[in-house]
């Protein structure tokens, strides 16, 4: 079925953050740093406040009541960081904000920022992994072993050693971040452009000094996430701040230019590997060091361990490797921190494992499908505890390794590749296999230390009077189709129209707290919250079905919009009958087991990590005079356990899958060696384009996860993971013959093309 909320946001009739207008509302504007790092001498305000129409202009110092950001860790290896919400006497990378001004229109307070003079004394910046090595800035450290891992090395017939690199990138929501925020005298309200509401609230109350109950945060329509806006950032406090100082409205818009600039990041990494195999291809063990260049400091609630961690936690992949051991390092350089985006880690994992495979299927020489054939987990085999301690709950990775491959054609697929190699063309095939762990829990969290992630999701299902019902979630939607996912479940539970179930605006003050939508938890915290939820207000309207009808409710069936007895259908009441009875009861009044209302509210920790996967076949060509790829074929035929809504599953691997072609072959933050950002516009900043892509095919597999209620998975960050190892293999492979080797991504068209020669 066709999402429910498309119509109102094609019509253009999406509320917005920069939709939010309220009377007496003030814009703010922010003062950046142009250096990586330096030192703030002294701001100069005086020029600023006398343009007309400005209301303030406010430095640290006038903040000083207001609490840092400050991410925890427990644990080894963590060394802590602060982040105030306007950087106080020194700056740690370009675009960190020293001043706020903040004046009636956005206009007028961006002509004011340019009238404040900072001066500043610059300082050397530290802009590569290397560098915050040798000056020991470490800001995190985990190592983990499995296993005899030397022992299994020594005794290999084949041993590869690698260095992986991935550049940073961004993750460029087509609605950049946002905050209004109005203080009453008792209550912040806060309007937020994010996916964690919740999160958010408690950040801004401990910052601020106030009561949780003091504070609350209102979800409009989110264009897009992507794990930028699970963050909270000191501009949000500092806007809230504001609002409070000064007693009216405060809105901040993000500026495309402050969203490459400031923003958190991602990725940037690299990755030290070495795999051994036996003479056959089997893979025995892996040794890897992951460094990411995490920036100036740890993002909240996330921290600098995210990136490495999840690199290394996945790298063993739906593979049977025995034994591992690595060590995951975060650095300090001067640049915006990095943070959460689709895929997060997981994205460089699958590309170093799979070049892996690729590279020991070239030193044995045998095809690239039949070394995964020789290594990947079988059905039968799940749960599966993989090399690096974490246990996958399902699977089927060789079938849908067969169906990826028949889908594709693959053989007639290498047969017109060495067709076009005679004619001198650059033809290349390229599979991956992934798996990604989806729909954490608190426990997850509090094994990897994360004290400021619940983990928890819940979810409120309200039958009004009328019969009509609301929902109210504490994980908002930034594109997802929750309106459309959500209301088919509590449709179906319910047994009432479509139309008739309503999904509310996440809201703090109205709905149930949680954590908020990220890490692909969204359809495993429906099934736990909602669906859960309405199975209870089921009930509850057989229950009163009953009393109505004189029956014993196990004995009644609730359906279109109506209870009746089993094998009576002419013996019934309407939904609408039973939900006035409930808000209104008859004389008497109701059996005291029964009691008025018809609401529910459930809080669900999901048991998981539950395992999500898929196999890519893509297929490209490079041009031998600009070195630049063309995807020809894509296909992905992906396993998320049952699908709620298909139409909605293929849009996230669509748009995921064009994300990552973005990452392997496009986007790319680039920083000259003073740490100065080189892609600061998207003229530079290369996103992927329609004709980018080719159209792509998908096949779908369903094996149910143990541990989750209906058996879902989750899978929104599937195709950003999958696609940039499926397009490096696929490049490799066209470039063979002319001797280049993939290990860096992106993969630049200059890279590609064959020596020039001077004669």
């Given at each position: ?6 119509p109102r946001l094609l019509r253009g009739r999406g509320r917005y953050l920069d939709d939010v207008a309220l009377p007496r509302m003030l814009a703010v504007a922010f003062v950046r740093s142009p250096h990586a790092h330096a030192g703030v001498v002294a701001i100069d305000t005086v020029a600023a406040r006398a343009l007309p129409g400005v209301a303030a202009v406010v430095t640290a110092a006038d903040l000083d009541g207001v609490a840092p950001l400050a991410p925890r860790l427990l644990g080894e290896g963590f060394t ?178 402050e969203n490459l600039t400031a923003a958190s990041h991602a990725r940037e990494q690299r990755m030290d590997v070495e795999l051994a195999a036996d003479a056959e291809g089997n893979v025995r063990g892996l040794r890897a060091r992951v460094v990411s260049d995490n920036g100036a400091h740890h993002v909240y609630p996330l921290t600098a361990a995210l990136e490495p961690l999840g690199t290394a936690s996945i790298l063993p992949g739906p593979y049977r490797a025995e034994v591992y051991a690595y060590e995951a390092v975060a ?429």
């Amino acid at each position: 079925m066709r999402r429910l909320e498309d119509p109102r946001l094609l019509r253009g009739r999406g509320r917005y953050l920069d939709d939010v207008a309220l009377p007496r509302m003030l814009a703010v504007a922010f003062v950046r740093s142009p250096h990586a790092h330096a030192g703030v001498v002294a701001i100069d305000t005086v020029a600023a406040r006398a343009l007309p129409g400005v209301a303030a202009v406010v430095t640290a110092a006038d903040l000083d009541g207001v609490a840092p950001l400050a991410p925890r860790l427990l644990g080894e290896g963590f060394t802590p960081t602060v982040s105030p919400p306007l950087a106080m006497g020194e700056v740690r990378f370009v675009g960190e904000a020293v001043a706020a001004v903040v004046a009636d229109t956005a206009y007028l307070a961006a002509d004011a920022r340019d009238l404040v003079d900072v001066a500043w004394a610059p300082r050397p910046a530290i802009t590569t992994v290397d560098a915050a090595l040798a000056a020991g800035g470490v800001l995190f450290r985990r190592t983990y072993r499995r296993g005899d891992v030397d022992g299994v090395f020594a005794g290999a017939a084949v041993v590869l050693r690698e260095r992986f690199t991935h550049g940073r990138c961004a993750a460029v929501p087509l609605e950049p971040r946002g905050v209004v925020a109005d203080w009453d005298g008792e209550t912040l309200t806060v309007w937020a452009s994010t996916q964690t509401p919740s999160i958010l609230r408690g950040a801004l109350a401990a910052a601020l000094g106030l009561a949780a109950t003091r504070v609350r945060v209102v979800v409009p329509d989110v264009g897009g996430g992507f794990g930028l806006k699970v963050h909270v950032f000191p501009e949000d406090v500092a806007v809230a701040a504001l609002a409070r100082r000064l007693g009216r409205p405060v809105k901040w818009v993000e500026e495309r230019r402050e969203n490459l600039t400031a923003a958190s990041h991602a990725r940037e990494q690299r990755m030290d590997v070495e795999l051994a195999a036996d003479a056959e291809g089997n893979v025995r063990g892996l040794r890897a060091r992951v460094v990411s260049d995490n920036g100036a400091h740890h993002v909240y609630p996330l921290t600098a361990a995210l990136e490495p961690l999840g690199t290394a936690s996945i790298l063993p992949g739906p593979y049977r490797a025995e034994v591992y051991a690595y060590e995951a390092v975060a650095v300090q350089t001067h640049k915006p921190p990095l943070g959460a985006y689709r895929g997060v880690g997981m994205t460089m994992g699958a590309f170093v494992m799979e070049r892996l495979l690729d590279q020991l299927a070239e030193r044995l020489g045998v095809d690239p499908v039949e070394i995964r054939r020789r290594n990947l987990i079988p059905r039968e085999a799940y749960p599966f505890d993989s090399a690096s301690g974490m246990t996958y709950d399902s699977g089927d990775f060789p079938q849908a390794l067969e169906q990826a491959l028949s889908l594709a054609g693959y053989a007639a697929l290498r047969e017109e590749q060495a067709a076009a190699r005679a004619q001198g063309r650059l033809v290349g095939i390229g599979v991956a296999c992934y798996t990604e762990y989806t729909g954490m829990g608190s426990d997850v969290f509090r094994r990897r230390g994360m004290e400021d992630v619940p983990g928890v999701e819940a979810a409120t299902v309200t039958v009004d009077p009328d019969g009509s019902v609301r929902c109210a979630t504490s994980f908002p939607t930034q594109g997802q189709g929750h309106a459309t996912t959500i209301a088919q479940v509590v449709a179906d539970r319910l047994g009432v129209a479509l139309e008739r179930v309503r999904v509310v605006p996440t809201d703090t003050a109205v709905g149930p707290l949680g954590s908020g939508t990220f890490g692909s938890r969204g359809a495993v915290s429906i099934g736990g919250s909602v669906g859960v939820a309405a199975d209870r207000i089921r009930a509850r309207l057989a229950a009163l079905a009953g009393f109505r009808l004189e029956a014993a409710p196990a004995d009644v069936v609730v359906e279109a919009g109506r209870a009746h007895v089993r094998g009576f259908p002419d013996r019934a009441v309407a939904v609408e009958e039973l939900a006035r009875l409930a808000y209104s009861p008859p004389r008497g009044g109701l059996p005291a087991e029964l009691g008025p209302g018809l609401s529910a509210t459930v809080y669900f920790d999901p048991p998981g990590p539950t395992f999500s996967g898929a196999v890519h076949v893509a297929v490209v060509e490079i041009d031998r005079d600009t070195g630049r790829p063309r995807v020809g074929r894509y296909v992905v035929v992906e396993d998320c356990g049952p699908i709620v809504n298909p139409t909605i599953v293929e849009g996230q691997i669509h748009g995921a899958v064009a994300q990552g072609l973005g990452e392997a072959l496009l986007e790319s933050l680039v920083y000259d060696a003073g740490g100065q950002l080189l892609t600061a516009t998207l003229m530079d900043y290369a996103l992927p384009r329609a004709d980018d892509l080719c159209a792509l095919e998908i096949g779908h597999l369903e094996t149910p996860s143990p541990l989750m209620p209906g058996g879902v998975k989750g899978m929104g960050e599937g195709g950003t993971i999958g696609a940039p190892a499926a397009l490096a293999n696929a490049v490799a492979d066209a470039v063979r013959p002319l001797g280049v080797h993939i290990t860096a991504l992106p993969i630049r068209p200059e890279s590609l093309r064959p020596p020039v020669s001077l004669e």
